[in-house]
């Protein structure tokens, strides 16, 4: 099986990608908070029941897994769970049997946004060549940086973990695939460099499935082939995976197999609209329910002008979205004169649209948006100076 050639040598245009993922990331923006939880099995996954409760005498009374009854699954880990075998997406009661002591934390997105933002922000402040690939990883392309790897790759370290008080893991390595699979080799607190003549030593003896793409069916077709280990598919008659994968697929695989990716980091690109939306837990009507849907249209409007002002951006079009009972769409939208990112004028504006619209039936959805974005203080000057009309669009949706 290890018949096949080595991979091509490092093409003089090498490029230094690096893959950056927070360590255990929701399990340690938890214990930023709970300190004294360092050290201990500590599952996130529980609701709002399982919130520590503070006692008379200041200490606080955590929930643990044994007391779960639930079909709920683990969000994540600290590694001292996983130590026992706790591990994401197993069902917490599961969980309960090999970690009955360890502690379960509710799940809070709003904290794990905020952290994720920060640790963005970081690292863009050193390196801003940054794809976004989720909550807690990026891809950074270096290439274009004349810092030595490892300084640089410590730089950003550092900076994470100052803005944030959380470790992370970088890998680094000639493209995406290998810097992926990098980022998971040293985990937690990890820095791996990697070249391209490392692929034999380091990458060629990983399982399969450790690639990014090769999911847990592909993964199960190729033990079925014999084929368990990143150096064996390598070695793999490029017949038999044809037959199986499909021509396309298994093209990939083989080109994967020898550390091989083109694909470029693609940084972040910018909003085109910013909207919200609520279904309601039963038929609201326009007349009958008038107040409660005026807060919840009010309270949209505050989260789009939020959105907004945190993203830094202002907007020209606003528009709101009404679905009815019979799951029949209707969207109205009207262009201000100026941009704006203020809650009362997108109120206001949002407003204008909804009288436009025949409330003569229930509905249970309510969205607004804001589109034509512009960078707030460098939003494009001149343009129509009076309130445009709307455009007028209407869709039946079957969702
Ligand atoms: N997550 C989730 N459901 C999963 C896996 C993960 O909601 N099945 C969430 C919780 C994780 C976060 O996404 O904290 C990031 O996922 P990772 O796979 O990077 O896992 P961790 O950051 O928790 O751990 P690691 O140190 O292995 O990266
Ligand atoms: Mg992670």
């Keep these: 099986m290890s018949a096949s050639l080595p991979p091509p040598v490092e093409s003089p245009r090498a490029r230094r990608i690096a893959h950056l993922d927070m360590d255990a990331f929701y399990a340690s923006v938890e214990l930023l908070r709970y300190p004294e939880l360092r050290g201990q099995p500590v599952v996130i996954g529980g609701m709002s029941v399982h919130a520590p409760v503070t006692q008379e005498d200041g200490s606080r009374q955590y929930a643990r897994l044994r007391d779960y009854v639930g079909r709920g699954v683990v969000t994540t880990s600290t590694y001292e769970a996983r130590a026992l075998g706790v591990f994401s997406a197993m069902g917490i009661m ?4 090999l970690a009955p002591d360890a502690i379960l934390l509710p799940v809070d997105f709003d904290a794990y946004r905020h952290y994720s933002r920060l640790f963005k922000q ?5 390196a801003p060549h940054i794809e976004n690939r989720g909550i807690d990883e990026i891809y ?3 290439s274009e940086h004349a810092e ?3 300084a640089l790759a410590t730089r950003i370290k550092t900076a994470v973990q100052q803005a944030t008080g959380l470790s992370c893991s970088i890998g680094i390595a000639p493209n995406k695939l290998l810097a992926k699979i990098c980022s998971d080799l040293e985990k937690p607190n990890g820095l791996t460099i990697l070249t391209q003549a ?26 079925a082939l014999g084929l368990n280990t990143i150096e064996e598919l390598a070695a793999a008659d490029a017949a038999v995976l044809h037959e199986h994968f499909g021509r396309s697929y298994a093209d990939w695989l083989g080109r ?7 694909r470029p980091v693609v940084t972040y690109s910018e909003p085109k ?15 009958r329910d008038r107040e409660a849907l005026s807060g919840i249209f009010t309270r949209l409007c505050e989260r789009v002008a939020g959105d907004l002002q945190r993203k830094g951006f202002v907007g020209r079009t606003v528009g709101i979205k009404l679905r009815f009972t019979d799951f029949r769409i209707v969207t109205r939208d009207l262009t201000l004169p100026t941009y704006t990112d203020d809650a009362v004028a997108i109120r206001q504006a949002a407003g204008e649209c909804l009288k436009r619209i025949p409330l003569d039936q ?9 589109g034509t974005l512009a960078k707030k203080g460098a939003e494009p000057v001149g343009g129509p100076v009076v309130m445009q009309g709307e455009l007028f669009r209407e869709s039946a949706d079957s969702k």
């Design 94 to 97: 599961k969980a309960a049997k």
């Design 256 to 262: 994967v197999a020898q550390g091989i990716d083109e």
């Design 362 to 370: 229930p509905f249970r959805l309510l969205g607004v948006r804001i």
């Design 140 to 142: 950074i392309d270096l």
């Design 273 to 287: 609209s910013v909207s919200r939306e609520t279904t309601f837990e039963s038929n609201l009507h326009a007349k």
């Design 198 to 223: 490392d692929i034999v030593t380091r990458i060629w003896p990983l399982p399969a499935r450790k690639i990014n793409g090769i999911g847990p069916r592909a993964a199960e077709k190729l033990t």
């Design 122 to 126: 970081a690292v863009a402040d050193i």
């Design 148 to 150: 030595e790897t490892l």
